[in-house]
C-alpha cells in the first residue's frame, strides 16, 4: 500500500525542488535561448535576416539604416542567427523583460564604408558592375532610362522591381505607366 | 434497464488534458456507443507549407505539438532530405536519435503523471513531474529551450553535444533511474493502482491490427510493431532493439508498456553516447525540391507512429506537406474501448491512448 | 538506411477492391491524404508491411467524383476522410464517423484549394527554369540556337526544331490539360502559318516569385506586326485570367504606335540569353539568384541607356 511512502516521506527533509521565484531564479544555461541581440557594428543591412524570419518579426530598414524587430512576433526559433553571413545575431540567454504593450525595437545601425563589402557578393555574375552596393534612391534614374526602351522594360526592370520593396516598386510601376 | 442517455464529454473537462469532444450514449452506468468529435483547435498548419520555404517550415512543424516537438522536426527534416536526396552525416542522426529518445523519456513520465492525476494519485504525480524537470534541464542545457528546441535543421542539426554533456547525460539519466524505479513501483504493484485499470478497455490483438492501432496503445495489445525497429537512421547501429509488449491488452499494460519504455530509452541513449561518431553535424542544403517529386517517412514518436508526406514544386515551397500523427490513428482505437466499459472508467480509457488533438489536427 | 517506399497509380474504381486486398494479405493501413493537383485532387492510400510504406495514388478526383469511403474496411480512415471532403471539396460517400462538415469548419469552404496568383506565378517560374535546364542538358550547340531562335524577337522566322519540341512538351508538363490543349492548338496554327515566334517563350523568365510578378508590365508590347496577334493571343492564353485582363489593357492603353518602337539589340541579346541564364540561376540559391539577377538587369539597361 505504501509504494511510494518512503520517497514522499524523505521529501519532507530535502531541500525543496522549486526556487522562491521572484527572490530567487534559476541560473540560465549557456546558449539558452533567451532573445536576439545585435551586433550593430557588425551589420550590414544585408536583409538575410529579414527574409529568413519564419514569423516576419525582423524588419531592415535600409534608408534609416535600422535594424527592427518586434518581440512579440518573435519565436526564438533561431533562424536569424544562423543565417547572418557577418554572424551579427546572437541568442543572449537572458528572455525579454515583459512589457505591457506590444513595442517595435529599432537598433541604429551605424554607416560604415559600404563599398569594402558588398561588391564581393556582387563580383559573382562577372559583370563590371561598378556600384554594387546598391542604395535605393538611385534606382529611380535607372528605371527611367529603361522606359525610353519598352523591350528592356519588360524583363529586365520586372526583376528590378520584384527586389525592391514593395511601396518603392509601386512608384516606380506609376510612374512607368504615366508615360 | 434504464433509460438511455448522451452525455457530452469534453472538450473542456477536469480530466481531459486536451480539447476532445464525446459524446457518450449511456444506459445506466454503461457506455454503449462513444462518438468522437474533434476539430476544436485547427489551425490549418499544413497548408502554411505554400508561403514558408522549406527551411523555415521546420520551425512551424515542430509546434504542431509541444510535446512531440522534437519529433515533429525530426520527421519532417528526415523527410526533406529523403525528398532532396541528401545524406545528412553519422553524428547528426546519433544527435537527432539521443534527443529524440530522451523527448521520449519525458514524453512518458509526463503522461505517467497525468495517469496518476486520472485516477486520483496526486503524490505520484506529483513526482513524475519532478523526475521529468531533470529532463527538460538536459534538454535546456543542450538545445536552449525547454519544450520547442528550434535544434534540428534540414541537412543535419544546429548544435553539438560535446562530451563532457554526454556524459552528464548519462550521469542525470542513470541518477533518475532509481527514483523512477521506484515510482513504476507504485504503478505497477500498487493494488489500488492495479484494481484500477486492469481489465479496463480491453482491446484485443485482432481488433487492435484491424483498427489499426499505433505506438504504445498498440504495442499494449501485444501488436509487434515500432518503427524504430526499421532501423531508420542512427537506430539501425543499436546492438539490440527489443520491442516492449504486452499480452494484457487492457489500462494497466499501456501503463506497463508506457513505464518500460522509458527505461528502454534511457538504455538507447547510453549506448548511442558511448558510440557517438566524431564528425560534422550538418550538411549544407542547397536549392529546391524537384517539381513532382515525392516522398514519404514514418518515426516512432513518443505517442506512436508519425507519417509524412512531401510533395515538391520546384520552388522552395513545399507542394503539400502531409503529416499523419499517431493519435487520429488511435481515435478509431479509442472509440472502440470504450464500448461496453464504466462511465466512470471513461477517463481512464481516454488517456491511456496518450491523445494528442493539437497534433491531430495540426 | 531510409524506409522503402512506393508510390503506385491506381484508378478510383479500383479503389474498395485494393483496400480488401490489403486488409486480406496483412497490410497495415497507415493514412488517407489529399493533394491539390490543379484543377482536381489526388488521393494518396498508404499501407505498410514489412517495413515498406505502399502509397497508392488516385489522380485527378474531380469534385463530380463520388469516392467510396473505406472505413468499413479501416474505421481509423474517417479522420482523414472527413478532412478531405472539408478542405479539399471531395465527395466522401459513407463514411462511419460522418461529421457532415463540422470536423474543422473552416471560415472559407475548401481552403487547401487556394493557391494564390503569387505562388502560382512562383511555381510557373520554377516549372520554367527546370525545363530550360533539362533542355540546356540534353541539347548541345544545336539546342543552344534553338534557344536563340526561340526567343521572341521581331524577324526571326519560327522553325519547329526537335529540341524545342521537346522543350515545349516538358513546359506542357504539369499544367492542366484545358491550357494544354490550348498550347497546342496554338502551336498547331503557327506551325502552318511558321512566321511568328515561338509561343512557350512567354512572360519574360526574370519573373520574381514576388507580387510584381503577378502583374505583367513584361507584357509583349512591342510586337507590331499582325502575324504577332496569334502568338499573343496564346501567351494570354497560358496566362490565368486576370493576368491575361491586365495584359489586354496595358496593350490597348498603349497602342499601336508607342508600340513599334524598335527593340535595341541589346535587348535582343538579353533576350536571347535569358534561357541560358535562367538554368543557371535555378541552380543557384534565390538569394545570390537574385543578386546576380539585379546585376545583369541594371548592366542591361546602361547599356541600353547609352
Known amino acids: 500500500m505504501f509504494k511510494l511512502g518512503k520517497m514522499t516521506f524523505g521529501s519532507l527533509f530535502k531541500k525543496p525542488e522549486t526556487v522562491k521565484y521572484p527572490f530567487e531564479t534559476k541560473p540560465q544555461p549557456q546558449g539558452l535561448k533567451g532573445h536576439i541581440v545585435l551586433d550593430a557594428d557588425n551589420c550590414i543591412l544585408c536583409g538575410m535576416c529579414e527574409k529568413s524570419c519564419p514569423t516576419d518579426c525582423i524588419t531592415v530598414n535600409k534608408e534609416n539604416r535600422t535594424w527592427n524587430i518586434i518581440p512579440f512576433q518573435c519565436i526564438q526559433c533561431g533562424y536569424c542567427t544562423q543565417v547572418c553571413p557577418k554572424k551579427c545575431l546572437a541568442m543572449d540567454p537572458n528572455y525579454w523583460a515583459a512589457s505591457v504593450s506590444k513595442s517595435t525595437n529599432s537598433i541604429p545601425v551605424p554607416d560604415q564604408k559600404k563599398d569594402d563589402q558588398k561588391p564581393a557578393k556582387a563580383a559573382q555574375c562577372n559583370e563590371p558592375v561598378a556600384n554594387a552596393e546598391k542604395e535605393p534612391e538611385p534606382a529611380k534614374p535607372a528605371s527611367d532610362a529603361d522606359v525610353k526602351e519598352p523591350v528592356a522594360i519588360d524583363g529586365e526592370l520586372e526583376a528590378k522591381l520584384a527586389i525592391m520593396e514593395a511601396d518603392k516598386a509601386e512608384r516606380v510601376r506609376k510612374a512607368l505607366l504615366s508615360r | 434497464m434504464g433509460q438511455k442517455t448522451i452525455i457530452p464529454f469534453g472538450p473542456q473537462h477536469p480530466v481531459l488534458p486536451e480539447p476532445l469532444h464525446l459524446d457518450l450514449v449511456v444506459e445506466d452506468e454503461v457506455v454503449l456507443e462513444a462518438v468522437p468529435q474533434i476539430g476544436f483547435v485547427h489551425r490549418g498548419l499544413e497548408r502554411l507549407v505554400r508561403t514558408k520555404d522549406y527551411n523555415q517550415f521546420i520551425y512551424v512543424a515542430e509546434r504542431i505539438c509541444g510535446i512531440c516537438a522534437f519529433g515533429h522536426s525530426m520527421g519532417y527534416a528526415e523527410t526533406i532530405e529523403k525528398l532532396m536526396d541528401v545524406e545528412i552525416p553519422k553524428r547528426a542522426e546519433y544527435l537527432r536519435v539521443i534527443w529524440h529518445e530522451l523527448s521520449r523519456v519525458h514524453s512518458h513520465i509526463l503522461w505517467l503523471g497525468l495517469a496518476a492525476d486520472a485516477f486520483g494519485h496526486e503524490a505520484l504525480f506529483m513526482h513524475c513531474w519532478r523526475l521529468r524537470e531533470r529532463v527538460l534541464d538536459l534538454f535546456e542545457k543542450t538545445t536552449g529551450g525547454r519544450v520547442i528546441f528550434s535544434v534540428v535543421k534540414v541537412g543535419g542539426v544546429n548544435r553539438d553535444i560535446d562530451r563532457g554533456t554526454l556524459d552528464e547525460f548519462v550521469r542525470v539519466l542513470d541518477g533518475i533511474k532509481d527514483e523512477y524505479n521506484q515510482i513504476c513501483n507504485a504503478f505497477l504493484k500498487d493494488p489500488s493502482v492495479y484494481n484500477r485499470t486492469a481489465g479496463v478497455g480491453v482491446i484485443p490483438t485482432e481488433d487492435a491490427l484491424a483498427l489499426s492501432m499505433v505506438g504504445p496503445f498498440a504495442r499494449a495489445s501485444n501488436v509487434n510493431f515500432d518503427v524504430r525497429m526499421l532501423g531508420n537512421g542512427a537506430y539501425g547501429d543499436l546492438s539490440d532493439f527489443q520491442l516492449v509488449t504486452s499480452a494484457n491488452c487492457d489500462c494497466y499494460a499501456r501503463m506497463e508498456v508506457r513505464a518500460a519504455e522509458v527505461v528502454q530509452s534511457i538504455e538507447i541513449i547510453k549506448e548511442l553516447a558511448a558510440k557517438i561518431p566524431e564528425g560534422d553535424i550538418a550538411v549544407p542544403v542547397k536549392g529546391a525540391p524537384a517539381d513532382g517529386a515525392e516522398a514519404c517517412n514514418s518515426l516512432e514518436q513518443p505517442r506512436g507512429e508519425c507519417f509524412y508526406f512531401a510533395k515538391g514544386n520546384g520552388t522552395k515551397n513545399l507542394e503539400r506537406m502531409r503529416m499523419r500523427t499517431p493519435t487520429s490513428q488511435n481515435l478509431a482505437g479509442m472509440a472502440v474501448a470504450l464500448k461496453g466499459c464504466d462511465i466512470a472508467d471513461v477517463n481512464m480509457i481516454v488517456l491511456t491512448i496518450d491523445p494528442c488533438i493539437s497534433c491531430t489536427e495540426r | ?306
Open chain 3, 1 to 306: 538506411m531510409a524506409i522503402a517506399q512506393e508510390f503506385i497509380t491506381l484508378p478510383l474504381g479500383e479503389l474498395r477492391a485494393t483496400a480488401h486486398r490489403m486488409k486480406d494479405e496483412g497490410y497495415r493501413f497507415i493514412q488517407t491524404h489529399a493533394v491539390y493537383n490543379e484543377p482536381d485532387v489526388d488521393l494518396y492510400y498508404s499501407f505498410m508491411k514489412d517495413g515498406k510504406i505502399t502509397n497508392w495514388r488516385i489522380e485527378g478526383v474531380t469534385k463530380e467524383d463520388a469516392v467510396p469511403s473505406i472505413t468499413d474496411i479501416f474505421l481509423a480512415a474517417f479522420v482523414f476522410e472527413n478532412e478531405a471532403r472539408e478542405l479539399f471539396g471531395v465527395d466522401m460517400r459513407d463514411i462511419a464517423i460522418d461529421f457532415q462538415g463540422a470536423l474543422y469548419a473552416p471560415a472559407e469552404s475548401e481552403p487547401m484549394r487556394v493557391i494564390t496568383p503569387e505562388q502560382k506565378a512562383a511555381i510557373d517560374k520554377a516549372r520554367k527554369a527546370a525545363a530550360a535546364k533539362a533542355a540546356k542538358v540534353s541539347g548541345s550547340a544545336a539546342s543552344a540556337d534553338a534557344t536563340t531562335a526561340s526567343a521572341p524577337s521581331a524577324g526571326k522566322k519560327f522553325v519547329m526544331t526537335p529540341e524545342k519540341r521537346a522543350r515545349f512538351e516538358a513546359k506542357l508538363e504539369g499544367r492542366s490539360p484545358e491550357q494544354i490543349e490550348k498550347a497546342r492548338a496554338c502551336l498547331a496554327a503557327k506551325e502552318a502559318a511558321a512566321s511568328a515566334p515561338a509561343a512557350t517563350e512567354l512572360t519574360a523568365p526574370t519573373e520574381k516569385p514576388t507580387p510584381a510578378a503577378a502583374e505583367p508590365v513584361n507584357a509583349p508590347v512591342v510586337e507590331t506586326s499582325q502575324e504577332k496577334d496569334a502568338d499573343l493571343e496564346a501567351k494570354l492564353k497560358m496566362m490565368d485570367s486576370e493576368k491575361a485582363a491586365k495584359v489586354r489593357a496595358a496593350l490597348e492603353h498603349r497602342g499601336a504606335p508607342t508600340a513599334a518602337a524598335p527593340e535595341t539589340a541589346q535587348a535582343e541579346v538579353a533576350h536571347s540569353n535569358d534561357a541560358d541564364l535562367e538554368a543557371k540561376l535555378s541552380i543557384m540559391d534565390a538569394d545570390k539568384a537574385a543578386k546576380v539577377r539585379e546585376a545583369l538587369s541594371r548592366h542591361a539597361t546602361m547599356k541600353g541607356g547609352e
